[in-house]
T-cell receptor, first 115, second 115 residues
Framework: GENVEQHPSTLSVQEGDSAVIKCTYS??????FPWYKQELGKRPQLIID?????GEKKDQRIAVTLNKTAKHFSLHITETQPEDSAVYFC??????????????FGQGTILTVHP | EAGVTQSPTHLIKTRGQQATLRCSPI?????VYWYQQALGLGLQFLLW???????NRGNFPPRFSGRQFPNYSSELNVNALELEDSALYLC??????????????FGQGTRLTVV
């Protein structure tokens, strides 16, 4: 089945700096890669996603890049703000086989943005 | 738009007891996914139900089971509770048969504590 590795596990930045979180996946059949933000005590919320036929996607201060050959994808947050502080999860969705339909999540990155 | 609702929000059980967690999907969503989020860990896939059928199952023992009702709501049952079952149990719903995609929505979760 799919295996997703996420790094770093914790990330501390100063307000205004950029933050980058990286994930690798194992199953080349995976075709959908979302990123979720989970604030303390709240549900995970989708912040951006990318499909396997696209290399990069941007939405205001956040962007995601995908390298299918290397099987890795990254989340980039620019001009970070204290309200960006949360746990971020990457995930991969398999297109077939026994893993079909479910999202496999990375272990999460605790992002702390210091004012 | 009403989101995914889960009940109860908190549940305290004694080791060896059974726990029942409930999930109501977004109107129009027919797939329900259950995930376990233990403290400090990522989301681990438990079960996927679609149109009343179990479509996929994660690497959890048989004492984790569930069902989906005709109105697409779902129930997760955990028998013979163990201390390590203490976790946040998240339910997500999505459109029929497509797997968890951009329209997927997570509930706030049920915090299960086993003492």
């Amino acid at each position: 089945g799919e295996n997703v590795e996420q790094h770093p596990s914790t990330l501390s930045v100063q307000e205004g700096d950029s933050a980058v979180i990286k994930c690798t996946y194992s199953d080349s059949a995976s075709n959908y890669f979302p990123w979720y933000k989970q604030e303390l005590g709240k549900r995970p919320q989708l912040i951006i996603d990318i499909r396997s036929n696209v290399g990069e996607k941007k939405d205001q201060r956040i962007a995601v890049t995908l390298n299918k050959t290397a099987k890795h994808f990254s989340l980039h947050i620019t001009e970070t703000q204290p309200e960006d502080s949360a746990v971020y999860f990457c995930a991969a969705r398999d297109s077939g086989g026994t893993s079909y339909g479910k999202l496999t999540f990375g272990q999460g990155t605790i992002l702390t943005v210091h004012p | 738009e009403a989101g995914v609702t889960q009940s109860p929000t908190h549940l305290i059980k004694t080791r060896g007891q059974q726990a029942t967690l409930r999930c109501s999907p977004i109107s129009g969503h027919t797939s329900v996914y259950w995930y376990q989020q233990a403290l400090g860990l990522g989301l681990q896939f438990l079960l996927w139900y679609d149109e009343g059928e179990e479509r996929n199952r994660g690497n959890f023992p048989p004492r984790f089971s569930g069902r989906q009702f005709p109105n697409y709501s779902s129930e997760l049952n955990v028998n013979a509770l163990e201390l390590e079952d203490s976790a946040l149990y998240l339910c997500a719903s999505s459109l029929e048969g497509r797997g968890l995609g951009p329209e997927a929505f997570f509930g706030q979760g049920t915090r299960l504590t086993v003492v």
